[in-house]
């Protein structure tokens, strides 16, 4: 029906009726999604970048591992995860359930901040995620360079946000496969107005 583009409102109302759910349902989920966390305080980042093992654990929760899953991956102990755990739940990341159990309560466009503690953590490990060859057929290094206008970088940087968009996507529809299936992966989509310093002193002055 979708690929047809034969969804109509008739059609969801029968969908509805037929799965017993209400459109009330329905929209309460979109409610929910928006009432999610998009993005952390500066002060917030900061406090979990600060601490190295409430940052593991936050990654691993955004990664949609389970607390078997950390256990069984990391050097840590069950008191340890439950401690930081808690802490997670108090930032509002996490809803922590009986038995270690948790629900992640970001929206799916979560993100860090642009210029926030993390970010600023990972430019200044940069040189660690670039040591590499790439040359993994599922690895992937692009360094291009063109001169384009206003009007073609903002279509370019349209297409990076899709980019990201399904990037996000792909994380949730793996999310049942099981951890050994699920490596850890970072894709950085990076666009601007940019010399090599080397060349800078060639510049003419506007």
């Not at 929760?61 to 389970?66: E, F, G, V, Y």
């Not at 840590?76 to 270690?100: F, K, M, Q, S, Y």
């Not at 490990?125 to 993994?136: G, P, R």
């Amino acid at each position: 029906m979708f690929s047809q583009r034969n969804m109509t409102l008739d059609r969801v109302d029968e969908i509805l009726t037929a799965t017993g759910i209400e459109f009330a349902e329905l929209t309460d989920h979109f409610d929910r999604e928006q009432q999610r966390l998009a993005k952390m305080t500066f002060k917030q980042e900061q406090q979990v970048i600060n601490d190295p093992l409430l940052f593991l654990v936050a990654v691993c929760a955004l990664n949609l591992m389970s607390a078997d899953e950390i256990l069984a991956t990391y050097s840590i102990t069950e008191v340890e995860l439950v401690a930081t755990l808690v802490r997670l739940d108090h930032l509002g990341l996490i809803d922590l359930l009986p038995n270690n159990r948790f629900k992640l309560k970001v929206a799916r466009t979560f993100s860090w901040l642009p210029n926030g503690a993390i970010m600023q953590a990972f430019k200044n490990n940069a040189a660690d995620f670039f040591d590499s060859e790439f040359a993994q057929a599922s690895d992937a290094l692009f360094m291009l360079n063109a001169r384009l206008s206003q009007a073609s970088r903002l279509a370019l940087v349209d297409r990076l946000k899709r980019v990201a968009r399904d990037f996000s996507g792909q994380h949730f529809e793996d999310a049942n496969l099981p951890t050994c299936q699920r490596e850890p992966v970072s894709l950085l989509i990076a666009t601007r107005s940019w010399h090599l310093k080397a060349v800078d002193s060639y510049l003419r002055k506007k």
